[in-house]
Nanobody
Framework: QVRLVESGGGLVQPGGSLRLDCTAS????????MSWYRQAPGKQRESVAT???????DYADSVKGRFTISRDNAKNTVYLQMNSLKPEDTAVYYC?????????WGQGTQVTVSS
């Protein structure tokens, strides 16, 4: 059974930083591309960042230069380091990966950026 478990969300002031972790089980982690998505209230879920199995990263334009995605294959964990956070980054953040026939999601972790 595939499980993705996120942690690390919380309340942070504008300009602050947070790191999100996502630990996977039930998959051969090192061969999967891993992604972070987010969904703000009243908005569609959007892709934030993706890291390939080989370590290449892509980012949404809205987070380029502020967020960094990385992975530790020994720990089956993908990270999202978020710096210079803005109120518009407030959302539920989800970990994601895609199998041959199935897309897997974590339960989500809330990030709130507010003074």
């Amino acid at each position: 059974q595939v499980r993705l478990v996120e942690s690390g969300g919380g309340l942070v002031q504008p300009g602050g930083s947070l790191r999100l972790d996502c630990t996977a089980s039930g998959i051969i982690f090192r061969i999967y591309d891993m992604s972070w998505y987010r969904q703000a209230p009243g908005k569609q879920r959007e892709s934030v960042a993706t890291i390939s199995s080989g370590g290449s990263a892509d980012y949404a334009d809205s987070v380029k230069g502020r967020f960094t995605i990385s992975r530790d294959n020994a720990k089956n964990t993908v990270y999202l380091q978020m710096n210079s956070l803005k109120p518009e980054d407030t959302a539920v953040y989800y970990c994601n990966t895609k199998g041959r026939r199935t897309t897997y999601w974590g339960q989500g972790t809330q990030v709130t950026v507010s003074s």
